[in-house]
């Protein structure tokens, strides 16, 4: 049972333009998201998270936005760099639940030039 | 600042034996977890400790698996008679809890096991 989906696998854009990653979600117990990024042979990098009592939280070139009705959050990169290309990974966890993370799949972003 | 480090960086074992991980979080975090990865897969809850007390195990810890954080410092995973199965990343990750309810959590670079 995947409670947190990430379902594209993988996104190309160009230098400059907006990345768009999306994930959804079906446990209605989450209230905290977190994005990480991941380089091969690395741990998960912390990048951005939000609280469900937020709909939108800005760090830089970076936003995540939550739509609780639906279920569904995304990140916005904006303006995309060549280092921003890795893996994306959406997380969510629970209060009371030992913040313990339950983690989609990925989605690989490429940043081209 | 030195994040969250864990040794071995990589480990080749043979089915049957037994190996030992061991993770050295964020100095003033009282929480510790372990996370495991598989390929194609994002990282999948294992157990978390606050301070020296383990207060969630997942099933995916069969009872092959043993993790101890002693003093409330690092923390040790053991897997015992490695299965081909246990081959996998293995992540741990670090945060400190808050009135204010923080929740990130910092990872280590991981264990890579391969088990032939």
């Known amino acids: 049972d995947q409670q947190v989906k990430q379902n594209s696998p993988s996104l190309s854009v160009q230098e400059g333009r907006i990345s768009i990653l999306n994930c959804d979600y079906t446990n209605s117990m989450f209230d905290y998201f977190l994005w990480y990024k991941k380089y091969p042979a690395e741990g998960p990098t912390f990048l951005i998270s939000i609280s469900s009592i937020k709909d939108k939280n800005e760090d830089g070139r970076f936003t995540v936005f939550l739509n609780k009705s639906a279920k569904h959050l995304s990140l916005h990169i904006v303006p995309s760099q060549p280092g921003d290309s890795a893996v994306y990974f959406c997380?969510?966890?629970?209060?009371?639940?030992?913040?313990?993370?339950?983690f989609g799949t990925g989605t690989q972003l490429k940043v081209e030039l | 600042d030195t994040g969250v480090s864990q040794n071995p960086r990589h480990k080749i074992t043979k089915r049957g034996q037994n190996v030992t991980f061991r993770c050295d979080p964020i100095s003033e975090h009282n929480r510790l977890y372990w996370y495991r990865q598989t390929l194609g897969q994002g990282p999948e809850f294992l157990t978390y400790?606050?301070?020296?007390?383990?207060?969630?195990k997942s099933r995916l810890l069969s009872d092959r698996f043993s993790a101890e954080r002693p003093k409330g410092s690092f923390s040790t995973l053991e897997i015992q008679r490695t299965e081909q199965g246990d081959s996998a990343m293995y992540l741990c990750?670090?945060?400190?809890?808050?009135?204010?309810?923080?929740?990130?959590?910092?990872f280590g670079p991981g264990t890579r096991l391969t088990v032939t």
């Open positions: 990750a670090s945060s400190r809890e808050l009135r204010t309810a923080t929740y990130e959590q910092y």
């Open positions: 400790f606050q301070n020296e007390a383990q207060l969630e």
């Open positions: 997380a969510a966890s629970a209060t009371g639940g030992g913040n313990k993370l339950t």
